[in-house]
C-alpha cells in the first residue's frame, strides 16, 4: 500500500509543478516542456522522391535538444493517423541531424514499412532518447513525375510581369541557375512559365532555402550586388549566393608547374570579363586565381555543370588537346570557354564576301594576327578563323570602340582609300588599323647598337623573298632598335606596335628592345605586317 501511495505523491507534485494561475486566480494546466524539438522538416513538408540521381539527398531531419539530453538518438517513423502503435526504426545517431538518400529512404520505405515509394503517402517522425521523446511531424512523400523543361525568375527587377522574366539557364534535370545585378530592396520569385503567375514558386517562410507553392514570400533582404540563383526541383530547394567579381585573374596550372607566383596573368576585356591566350600541351590542367602567389579564393570547373565557374568542390580545366587557346573568363555568367585559334583570316567587300578567298593573316605573336591590305574607299571586313567558314566569325564590338565581339559583331568600315596595317589582339579583344605611307623596297636598322646614328653605314637588311627582309646583328643587354627605309633619314619609320608584341606599326611606334646580349635573327614582313626577333 506504501509503495501505490509514493507514486500517488509522486504524480501529484509533478502535476502541481504544471499548474499555473492567472490573474483571476483560475488555474490552468501548462503542458510540459519537451527536452528536445525537431527543426527540420516542418510539419506538413513535401518529401520528393526522385530516382533519377539515388545518391541525392532526400530527408534531413535536425533537431535542438536541452543540454540534460545526451547519449544515443532514435530517429523513429510511423504511418500517419497510428500514433505510433507501431513505430519503425530509421536510425541512431549521437549527433542532433540524420539524413537519407533517395535509395535509402526508397529501401526503407519499401523494405522496413511496407510503403510503396512509387505512391504517395504520409509518415510521422519523431525523435527518441530513454524516455525522451520529441513532437511528431508529418511528411508527405510522393514520387516525382514532373520534368520542368524551363524556369523563370520574376520580381522587382522585372516590373514583377512575367512576359519580363528572366529565363534560367537549365543545367540538369530539373535544376536551373541564373545570375542577376540585384538593387537594394530587390524581391523575387519563379515561374515556370513566363506566360502567366499559375504555378509560382516562392520561399517557405518556415524552412530558408525551400521552395513551395502555397503560403509563399518572396525571397529578399540582399543587398545590391550580382548573384548566383540557383533552383534545384528535384528537392524543391534554392540558393543565392553573392558573386564578387575579382579585379585581376590569373592562370595557374601544369604550364607553370603549379606555381602560384608564375601564374600567367588575364587581360581585364570588358566588365567582370578576363581573356588570355595561352599555348596549352597535350594534358595540361590548370584553374583560376585573383591573386597572385595565394591559392586563396581560387575557382575551377564545376564538373557537374561544366563550363561553369565554381569555387568550392571544384575540378581543374582538362582534357584539351595540345594547341593554342582563347580562354574567356566571365563573371557575369560565372562560366568559361575556351576556342582553338592558330589561324586568323579577313574576309569583305575587297574579296566580294567570298570567305574561300579570305586572306591569311600573319601571326605576329601569342594571339596577336596581323596583315597589309591595300583598302579601296567603302571597304568592309571581318574576319574568320577558318577559311571557306562562316563558323566563329568576328567583328567590332558597337559598344567598345577598337573592340571585338563574336556575337551581334558589326563589320569594320569607314576607311579612306589607302595601306593599312590591321592587327587583331586576342589577348585584350581589340583590334587596330592603322595607315602606312607604302611597304618599303629597301631597309635600315637603326638603334642604340650604334648610338642612334642614322647614317650611309646603317645595317641594310636583306630582301630573302617579295616583303619579307632579314638581318642578323649583334646587340648588348637592353638594346633598342627601329627601322628606316633611307639610311640616313628617320621619314615613314617604322617601329613596334606599342598595343600588339611583334606587330609593324609607322605611327606612334615603340622602339624594339631585346633583354640579352647576342646574336639575333630580325625578320620584317611587309605582307602581313609582322616582326620577329629572335636570339640565335
Not at 541557375?177 to 517557405?204: Q, S
Request: some cysteine; aromatic content about 12%.
Amino acid at each position: 500500500m506504501m509503495k501505490y501511495l509514493n507514486k500517488i505523491i509522486v504524480l501529484l507534485v509533478f502535476s502541481i509543478a504544471f499548474i499555473a494561475c492567472d490573474e483571476n486566480e483560475n488555474f490552468e494546466i501548462l503542458p510540459a516542456q519537451e527536452s528536445f524539438q525537431i527543426v527540420t522538416p516542418s510539419n506538413g513538408s513535401v518529401i520528393i522522391l526522385n530516382d533519377t540521381n539515388l545518391n541525392n539527398n532526400a530527408l534531413f531531419i535536425s533537431w535542438e535538444a536541452l543540454s540534460t539530453v545526451t547519449g544515443t538518438f532514435n530517429i523513429e517513423a510511423a504511418k500517419t493517423g497510428t500514433d505510433f502503435a507501431t513505430s519503425y526504426l530509421m536510425g541512431t545517431t549521437e549527433a542532433k541531424n540524420f539524413g537519407l538518400t533517395v535509395d535509402e529512404l526508397n529501401d526503407f520505405l519499401l523494405d522496413v514499412m511496407g510503403l510503396d515509394p512509387e505512391v504517395a503517402s504520409s509518415i510521422d517522425i519523431r525523435i527518441s532518447s530513454n524516455e525522451d521523446v520529441s513532437q511528431p511531424v508529418s511528411i508527405i512523400l510522393t514520387p516525382y513525375k514532373v520534368e520542368f523543361s524551363e524556369f523563370y525568375l520574376v520580381g522587382s527587377l522585372t516590373g514583377w510581369d512575367p512576359p519580363t522574366s528572366l529565363a534560367m539557364t537549365n543545367t540538369g534535370f530539373n535544376t536551373f541557375e541564373i545570375t542577376i545585378d540585384l538593387a537594394d530592396g530587390d524581391e523575387f520569385k519563379f515561374l515556370p512559365t513566363n506566360t502567366g503567375w499559375e504555378g509560382d514558386f516562392g520561399k517557405d517562410p518556415n524552412n530558408d532555402g525551400s521552395l513551395i507553392q502555397e503560403g509563399e514570400s518572396n525571397i529578399g533582404g540582399l543587398a545590391a550586388g550580382k548573384y548566383k540563383i540557383s533552383v534545384d526541383l528535384n528537392t524543391f530547394t534554392y540558393a543565392v549566393e553573392e558573386v564578387i567579381s575579382p579585379s585581376s585573374l590569373f592562370l595557374v596550372g601544369s604550364v607553370v608547374g603549379w606555381d602560384n607566383t608564375a601564374a600567367l596573368e588575364f587581360n581585364n576585356s570588358a566588365e567582370n570579363v578576363f581573356t588570355l591566350v595561352v599555348d596549352l600541351p597535350g594534358g595540361a590542367e590548370f584553374k583560376f586565381l585573383p591573386t597572385l602567389g595565394s591559392w586563396d579564393g581560387d575557382w575551377g570547373n564545376d564538373s557537374n555543370n561544366p563550363g561553369t565557374l565554381i569555387q568550392d568542390g571544384e575540378s581543374n580545366l582538362s582534357g584539351y588537346d595540345a594547341g593554342k587557346y582563347l580562354i574567356t573568363v566571365d563573371f557575369n555568367t560565372l562560366s568559361f570557354n575556351l576556342q582553338t585559334l592558330e589561324t586568323l583570316n579577313v574576309v569583305g567587300s575587297i574579296v566580294g564576301w567570298d570567305n574561300t578567298a579570305a586572306i591569311p593573316m600573319g601571326e605576329a605573336s601569342l594571339g596577336v594576327f596581323s596583315v597589309i591590305l591595300d583598302l579601296p574607299d567603302g571597304a568592309e571586313f571581318k574576319f574568320l578563323p577558318t577559311i571557306g567558314s562562316w563558323d566563329g566569325d568576328w567583328g567590332a564590338n558597337g559598344a567598345v570602340e577598337g573592340g571585338i565581339v563574336q556575337d551581334g559583331e558589326n563589320n569594320l568600315s569607314g576607311f579612306a582609300a589607302g595601306k593599312y596595317i590591321v592587327s587583331v589582339n586576342f589577348n585584350t579583344f581589340s583590334y587596330n588599323v592603322s595607315s602606312i605611307t607604302d611597304v618599303p623596297s629597301s631597309i635600315f636598322m637603326v638603334g642604340s647598337f650604334r648610338g642612334w646614328s642614322n647614317d650611309g653605314d646603317n645595317p641594310e637588311l636583306t630582301e630573302t623573298s617579295s616583303g619579307i627582309f632579314e638581318i642578323t646583328q649583334a646587340l648588348g643587354a637592353g638594346d633598342e632598335f627601329k627601322f628606316v627605309p633611307v639610311a640616313g633619314s628617320w621619314d615613314n619609320d617604322w617601329g613596334q606596335s606599342n598595343a600588339s608584341k611583334g606587330v609593324l606599326e609607322q605611327n606612334g611606334e615603340d622602339n624594339v628592345k631585346v633583354e640579352t646580349a647576342g646574336n639575333y635573327k630580325i625578320t620584317l614582313n611587309f605582307n602581313t605586317g609582322t616582326l620577329s626577333v629572335s636570339l640565335q
